[in-house]
């Protein structure tokens, strides 16, 4: 398989009204987060089965789709990364990791993030030293810090709170919408699928000085009334 036959295989899904529409969803506007991104109008489900087809391309190859400015061709690359590591070997994982931590510059809107971040690094980081997390959620760079984020849900998945816990507290101030859902999300999920009252403890130490938007999002699966109480204390 090739790049040239990825991206022809990638395209034969193309949708020109989606293309139409999701320009405005991914905020591409000037000063917006997806400024300048273009899209071919390929769901999700479809880039899917084109990464499946094309699992064994070269990192060559997807660094070439890292590059465009087509968003289908970066998730496309993204996804074929997560299918390459989860069948790779130790030695294998490590190449990957390295490969997707030297290209988050390309790895540059919320979906492609959240496709890949918790299936790589959070994947890779089991076991090991987790500080490379504080650097990202300390990055200039807010895809960084969402890839710091959204990579605790590896660990959250398998019953381990704390480092969504600990990340959650270095991006409290963080200025960035997109970082307020994703903290939200994150702990949401840390109350969900480990313990409801670790969760608010963390809110009742942080809960005052939370981003309105982190904290909606982190007491969605609340009843009412608490989720009311919550939110007149913030």
């Known amino acids: ?32 987060y997806g400024e300048g991104d273009r899209f071919l109008g390929v769901m999700v489900p479809s880039t899917r089965l084109v990464a499946k087809k094309h699992i064994d391309l070269s990192l060559e190859d997807i660094e070439k789709l890292l590059q465009s400015a087509w968003h289908e061709d970066r998730l496309l ?8 590591f989860a069948r790779a070997d130790e030695r294998g994982k490590k190449c990957i990791f390295d490969f997707y931590l030297a290209h988050t510059d390309r790895i540059n809107n919320w979906d492609l993030v959240d496709v890949s971040a918790d299936r790589i690094v959070g994947a890779y ?34 019953g381990d709170s704390a480092p969504v816990f600990h990340i959650s507290e270095l991006l409290l101030s963080d ?43 982190a007491i969605e699966r609340f009843p009412e009334a608490k989720r009311r109480g919550y939110l007149a204390k913030s």
């Open 77 to 84: 690359a993204v996804i074929i990364l997560t299918l390459q």
């Open 175 to 217: 200025m960035h919408d997109l970082i307020h859902k994703a903290v939200g999300w994150m702990l949401r999920e840390a109350g969900k699928r480990c313990s409801e009252s670790e969760l608010e403890r963390f809110l009742a130490r942080y809960g005052r000085q939370m981003p309105r938007t982190m904290l909606r999002y």
């Open 125 to 158: 980081l089991v076991g090991k030293d987790l500080r490379i997390l504080d650097r990202l959620a300390k990055s200039e760079l807010i895809w960084e810090r969402r890839i710091a984020i959204i990579a605790t849900f590896h660990f959250t998945k398998s």
């Open 1 to 32: 398989m090739s790049f040239a036959q990825a991206r022809k295989d990638l395209r034969s899904h193309a949708n020109t009204e989606k293309a139409a529409f999701l320009p405005s969803f991914f905020k591409t506007g000037k000063g917006e």
